[in-house]
């Protein structure tokens, strides 16, 4: 394989996006990042393909938070509240719970608007990284085709 110029090109622009990234303060403290990664990782967890939080989606919603202080209290008190539940049916914090007990917690919250916050804010972190695109969705890009069927349902046909 060779190198080419392109690839230098993104490699550098990758690096310094990077840089930018790990000098940019967190809005979320680190245990509340902890907390918010055991989260998104119930919502959408490892399989075959990587979770949220392998895909980044605690920093996509900590610079979320960044530009919407009003939406980042609304999680503080929604994780308050989720985690004073945690301690009174289990004994421990939301993160120690084993993933059923977690899941216990958060199915009849599905329509509390923390819960749906959260999972929208999750769901949209997951499908715009990379992961989410090319190795859950299988998006490669724009790709050239030699050529193109168009569609091939029988009523759209003629």
């Not at 394989?1 to 940019?24: H, N």
């Amino acid at each position: 394989m060779q190198f080419t110029r392109r690839d230098a090109l993104v490699t550098i622009a990758a690096l310094a996006v990077g840089s930018t990234a790990e000098a940019q303060t967190s809005f979320l403290t680190q245990p509340e990042l902890d907390w918010l990664k055991a989260l998104v990782d119930i919502i959408i967890p490892r399989t075959d393909t990587p979770g949220a939080s392998d895909a980044g989606v605690p920093l996509f919603i900590d610079r979320r938070f960044a530009s919407d202080p009003q939406l980042a209290e609304s999680f503080r008190s929604g994780m308050k509240a989720l985690d004073a539940d945690a301690q009174a049916r289990f004994g421990a914090a939301f993160p120690a719970l084993s993933a059923q007990q977690q899941i216990m917690l958060l199915t009849p919250r599905q329509q509390d608007s923390f819960f749906r916050i959260i999972k929208g804010l999750t769901v949209d972190g997951y499908y715009t990284s990379e992961a989410g695109l090319t190795q859950e969705l299988g998006w490669h890009g724009n790709t050239f085709l030699t050529e193109f069927h168009g569609c091939t349902h029988p009523e759209h046909q003629g």
